[in-house]
C-alpha cells in the first residue's frame, strides 16, 4: 500500500498587498534633502513647492528587510487660501535622548519641513491604506522648522482618523486635545516631541489616516496662542507593524491511513475566522468546505475521504 504523505503550509491571508509578515517597520522622510545620504530602505514621500521626492504617494519598504510591504500612503493637501503648502529645507536637529531623536535620529535625514497655507483653515491628509485588518500597528511623527523660541507659537494639530481602535502614546510634553488627537509647538521642536499611537486597528477596509493642520486653538482644546495658520504639515514618519503575541502556525497534521482522513492542528487567535485549503500539486488549491474546531487556543480541522494522486497532499491556511 502507497502511504499518503502530508504536508502542511502556513498561507498568508489572501491579501495581495502583504509582501512582509507582521513585525515590520517603514520610515518616510517627507523632505529628504541629501538623498545620496538616506539608506536605501526608507521612502521620501511627500509634496509642496519645490518638492523633490518619490511622489506623493507609493508603498512602504520594510527598512530592515528592503521588502515592499504592499502598504500605500498618499498624501493630500487641503487647501484654504494663498500660497500652497512649501517644500522647505530648513536645518533641523532633536535633543540627543528625545523621542525624535530616539525613533529617527541615525535612520533619517532629520533636516526639512512641509509647511503651511498663508491662511487659517488648511489641512494635509495622510491615507494609509492595503494594511491587514488582523495586525496591530504603531504610528509616529514629528517635524521641526528650527525657528527656535520666536517660533513657538507655530503649532501643529496631529489627529488620528479612521481607525477601530488606536491608543494614545504621543510624547509627554505634546498637548493632549483627544484620544486622538495631540498638539506640539513644530516652529521650535528642538525638545523631539512625536504623536504617536501603538495598537492602531484599521478596520476591515485596511485604511486609516492623520491629518495634520494649524493649531485648532485653545477653545476648541489646543494649545493658548497658537498662531492662526502658521503650523507644519509633517516631516518624518515611522510606521511599524506590530509583532502578533499568538503565531499564526500550523502545529500538527495527523493522518489516518484506515478512516483516509487528516487532521489538521494549528495555534488559534481569538475571534478570528479561517479558511483551509488543499492541493495535490502544490498549483492547484481547493477550499475545504466545513468549519473547524476551535477549543481555546487550539483549531483543528479534519479532511475525510482523502484521495491524493502521487501520494501526497498539502494544506494551508489563511485568515480571513
Known sequence: MKTLRIFGILGLPLFAQLAVADGWIAYNDCVDTEPESTPANATNFG?????LGDGNSGNLIDFESGADTGVTVTFIENLSSG???NWAQDFADFTPGTDAAEIFGGKLNLTGNMSYNDAPGWSLDLTIRNLDPNVS???AATVHRSGGSEYAARVTNWTLNDTDSATYASSTGALKVSETSAEFSTGDNVDGLVARWTDIRAGADGTFSLRTTH??????GGIEGADDYR???GGLFMLMAQPRETPFIITSITYDDDLKSAIITWVNRSGQA??????DDLVTWDALEGNPVITG???????????????RRFYRLREL
Open 297 to 311: 487556543d487550539t483549531a483543528s480541522f479534519t479532511e475525510t475521504e482523502i484521495e491524493a494522486p502521487g501520494g
Open 137 to 139: 500597528y504603531t504610528f
Open 231 to 233: 503650523g507644519y504639515g
Open 274 to 279: 479561517y479558511a483551509i485549503e488543499a492541493s
Open 83 to 85: 500660497n500652497t503648502i
Open 47 to 51: 509634496l509642496g513647492r519645490s518638492y
Open 215 to 220: 493649531g485648532i486653538g485653545n477653545a476648541a
